[in-house]
């Protein structure tokens, strides 16, 4: 049978394993939700740049077929001021914004060597693991909620250019109709 010792042991052991696998799952989610953010800001680049040269590709043979030249460089006025908008929020979510990283592999080891008292039980050891990460956490969360704000932005602009697409295309034909 344990003794009651032995039995706060294995249970502050377990807290601190616990502790540890809990920091570093949300370390490692809030990485993986940055990787997420970039490869979206790609994507949405992506996107913006096609979808322009598809609407420059018609542009020519509009001006060229129709009488109502004023109206369509005023849409496409309309329309690239968002395309724009929409290409500009997300180059900037390109940018690798900074961020409080952690303390390098040597100085987590001096800090730990240099206060050795303060690692008496592996209960003391997850809590300083984990508050060793919580500002370079607080910082990263930062930057992704940035990240995130920039390509919601940069989102909306897509797809408000897109409905004026629509409905421009809408109106125009109805024009050409009623000619």
């Known amino acids: 049978m344990l003794s009651s010792r032995q039995n706060t042991n294995a249970k502050d052991n377990f807290l601190a394993d616990h502790v540890v696998r809990l920091a570093e799952t949300s370390w490692k989610m809030e990485m993986d939700r940055y990787s997420s953010l970039l490869s979206s800001s790609g994507r949405l680049l992506t996107s913006v740049s096609i979808f322009s040269v598809a609407l420059l590709t018609l542009l020519p043979s509009l001006l060229h077929e129709s009488s109502f030249i004023k109206v369509i460089v005023f849409e496409y006025a309309?329309?690239?001021?968002?395309?724009?908008?929409?290409?500009?929020?997300?180059?900037?979510?390109q940018y690798?914004?900074?961020?409080?990283?952690?303390?390098?592999?040597?100085?987590?080891?001096?800090?730990?060597?240099?206060?050795k008292k303060l690692f008496k039980t592996a209960e003391d050891s997850a809590k300083q693991f984990a508050g060793i990460l919580e500002q370079p956490y607080k910082s990263i969360r930062s930057r992704n909620a940035r990240l995130s704000r920039l390509l919601k932005g940069s989102t909306?602009?897509?797809?408000?250019?897109?409905?004026?697409?629509?409905?421009?295309?809408?109106i125009d034909a109805a024009l050409l109709l009623l000619k």
Do not use: D, M
């Open 78 to 93: 309309v329309i690239f001021v968002f395309i724009l908008g929409s290409f500009v929020l997300a180059l900037i979510a």
């Open 96 to 115: 690798r914004f900074k961020y409080e990283e952690i303390l390098s592999p040597e100085s987590l080891s001096n800090h730990v060597f240099e206060e």
């Open 156 to 170: 909306i602009c897509l797809f408000v250019a897109i409905g004026f697409v629509v409905l421009f295309g809408t």
